[in-house]
């Protein structure tokens, strides 16, 4: 990973966009919606550093080498980070293609070196993420507070979630009603709370290798595994795949006590699975699912 990517709350931050032109204008876009307070300067005052006092962010978007260099330098003492278009050899940081949904913002970069590219891939993302994404995200975050105390294990909250993203609450926020969605979202604590815990799910994935012989499936398995049990041997490629907060046990652990704790658990294998374990899993009321390659 050659840059970090992250994101800075907006609220009440002060965002200087520096110069005139289509450069500044697009930048200027970028925040249109947001709840930063964005300030335009066209002159010689972006030269000062009093220009600056409280800003987040600085973007330079036009002028020559000069009035670019000295704006950099007055903004850096003001201690804001700052990008100057097409420059990231004078930038702090670099902007990535963003897809925009309110709360759920997602980046494409490439470090300033590929723009286009980044443009083209952050077209083909956004097409995959619905327009009411942001609206299920404000959804989960009125209730942030209540499912936390519902369910204060983290694995329980998190499977909870899972089904949540995926049931008639998500569906009614994506659809724009938020009064049902709410009334949903409520029963759907109140279930959570006074019912059985939720049941783990065991899914078996092929971890040889190589990388490109994974289904689509066992790649999205890895991506939102809460637990990866892998064997020693298997391929760093596929290794890759799996979310990087994943708690990570060692081969040998007990796939049952995971499951009947509502762990959602990736078994990473370079091997055929013993069917034993398999019937033991399934007797023991855990679901399970084997993922295998796809042929070459």
Known sequence: MDSFPAYFPLTGRKV????SGPAAEAKARLFEGSPAVVVRVEDQTAWLPGTYAGALLAFIGGGDDLYVQAAATAARSARALVNVVDRPDLSD??????????????AVGTGGAAPVLATLLRNDIEAQVPEGAGR???LLRRFQDE??????????????????????AAEAALAGDMDKAETLMREAIDKADAGPPLRGRIRFVAGRGPVDLLTLRASRALASADVLVADGDVDPGVLGLVRRDAERLPADSDLIVLGRAGAQVVRL?????????????????????VLLAAPE
């Open 136 to 138: 299920v995200a404000v």
């Open 269 to 289: 294998i370079t091997a055929v699975p013993d069917k034993a374990s398999i019937l033991a899993l399934i007797e023991a009321g855990i679901e399970v699912e």
């Open 93 to 106: 940081f670099v902007t990535p293609a963003v897809i925009d949904r309110g709360p759920v913002v997602a």
């Open 147 to 168: 499912v936390r105390a519902a369910m204060p294990d983290l694995r329980e909250r998190r499977a909870f979630l899972r089904q949540v993203i995926s049931g008639p």
């Open 16 to 19: 200087v966009i520096v110069g």
